[in-house]
């Protein structure tokens, strides 16, 4: 860090244009451009005074990949605790994992999105590790049925059920739940679970579009409907007819946007920019939020009427730091689809590994534990992950062990915080869910080991109000 306090970023590109815009980024966020624009010059530039306070280094690729992985070897080897990013045109996994080996921190895709740079470089000097492969660990298939979505905490299973149970109906789908804790994993299953399945399922993500063009993505223009429309565009409405349509980060829409969006939810028809007709769309909407969009709307920044049009069914998706026990079994399961990656080999995971998994906090939660496997397994040589190719969790510390007082999978709270008991009642409901969760809806499997007979449990579901519709 320079000693103004901005911090300095060695930018290795032979590309003039592309310099400038990099820079341009960066420095939004208070960081300082040196540029390099060869293999001899970044060498060079690392025994400059700028040099030595380097924060990061950006490469961007060029060259062959032999050339590339010799400078990164270079660097690394001179400096090995500088965080190296690699920007290039190429966003295979085969390619990130030859980078990765070769000695990079974190891998960003052209064209550049300011957003991804970023938070790339927040991470990077961080410490971190939310965030970090998001483009890479994304590529991996996660089309997953209801029965195959790993997890049987008893607040997930009672999520997974009324979003099963939704999945039949035609009726909106509001998910909730923080950044990475599966919204869309849970989405795709709905949508494949429901007599759409055949259609598409098209999604977008609200808060990426810039607030001037969501009409335009969302319902479509007519060419020359606005500067700049030079050509006829079909919304996401329209690709999405007779299927369902995922409002990502729906919470970011404009609020202009929102009356549009409203209309077409009450009419079922879309009118594109410059047109003057309206259109019918056979549309099902999922909307996802990593925030309560109930404090939006007493904010006033999200309609209450487009929210209770929406939110006919809610799905509130638990972080990963509740549902801690669920860590050993996702973590195989998400170790088993990596593997399958090219470059990429099956790896166990030892205990002492699931032990430092399970004590970490998670902020990024599902998907920062994607990350962190996929860096693990790239950088792996043994046959199984040990709490060795977690550096970056072991280095922001663990939670104490006594904080987890509850066994693998859950626990029953017996008394509420003023020290006396919860009701029986609450308990038997609490010890029935916590059951379903385990045994995977399995019914039959839930009466036996409940020692209960099925049709008293189905009696007992009733009386409790407890929803089985996952079973």
Not at 116 to 138: F, K, N
Not at 187 to 202: F, G, M, W
Request: hydrophobic share 45%; proline share 5%; net charge neutral.
């Amino acid at each position: 860090m320079t000693r103004n306090g901005q911090r300095l970023l060695l930018l290795i590109d032979d590309e003039p244009a592309q310099r400038r815009l990099v820079s341009a980024l960066a420095a939004r966020a208070g960081w300082r451009s040196v540029f390099a624009s060869d293999a001899e010059m970044a060498i060079a530039t690392l025994g400059t005074q700028d040099g030595m306070q380097l924060d990061a280094i950006l490469l961007d690729h060029w060259g062959t990949d032999a050339e590339s992985d010799a400078l990164l070897a270079e660097l690394r080897s001179r400096r090995p605790a500088l965080p190296i990013l690699v920007l290039t045109a190429n966003g295979s996994v085969a390619h990130a994992v030859a980078a990765m080996r070769a000695g990079a921190t974190d891998f960003l895709v052209k064209p550049l999105a300011p957003e991804r740079l970023l938070a790339a470089l927040d991470t990077a000097v961080g410490g971190t590790t939310a965030g970090e492969l998001r483009p890479l660990t994304e590529k991996i298939p996660a089309l997953l049925a209801f029965d195959e979505i790993v997890g049987s905490a008893p607040d997930f299973r009672t999520a997974l059920a009324i979003a099963a149970k939704a999945a039949r109906a035609r009726v909106p789908v509001l998910l909730e739940g923080e950044s990475g804790v599966g919204k869309e994993v849970v989405a795709e299953a709905i949508h494949a679970a429901s007599p759409r399945a055949k259609k598409p399922l098209v999604a977008v993500n609200c808060g990426a579009i810039p607030a001037n063009l969501v009409e335009s993505e969302l319902f479509g223009h007519e060419k020359g409907a606005f500067t700049g429309a030079f050509e006829r565009k079909i919304g996401r409405f329209q690709e999405a007819d007779g299927g369902t349509l995922l409002l990502d980060e729906v919470g970011e829409m404009p609020l202009e946007a929102q009356v549009k969006l409203l209309r077409v939810l009450q009419t079922g028809e879309v009118q594109p920019l410059g047109s003057r007709h309206p259109r019918e769309v056979d549309v099902r909407v999922i909307a996802a939020t990593n925030r309560r969009l109930i404090d939006e709307v007493e904010a006033g920044r999200f309609r209450e009427d487009l929210y209770y049009r929406l939110n006919v069914v809610q799905v509130t998706i638990p972080p990963l730091r509740e549902r801690t026990g669920d860590i050993p079994a996702l973590a195989r399961h998400l170790l088993a689809r990596i593997a399958k990656q090219p470059g990429l080999r099956p790896l166990g995971i030892t205990d002492d590994a699931l032990q430092l998994l399970g004590d970490y906090e998670w902020p990024g939660n599902v998907r920062q534990l994607q990350n962190a496997l996929f860096r693990a397994a790239i950088l792996c040589e043994g046959d199984a992950l040990t709490s060795a190719d977690f550096p970056q969790i072991a280095a922001m510390g663990r939670r104490g062990s006594a904080m987890r007082t509850a066994p693998e999978g859950g626990g029953v709270t017996l008394f509420y915080p003023d020290g006396n008991m919860r009701p029986l009642e609450d308990i038997e409901a609490d010890v029935i869910r916590l059951a379903i969760g385990h045994y995977r809806g399995r019914m039959t499997e839930v009466a036996r080991r409940l020692g209960i007979g099925r049709s008293t449990l189905y009696r007992k579901l009733g009386e409790l109000g407890i929803d089985n519709a996952a079973a």
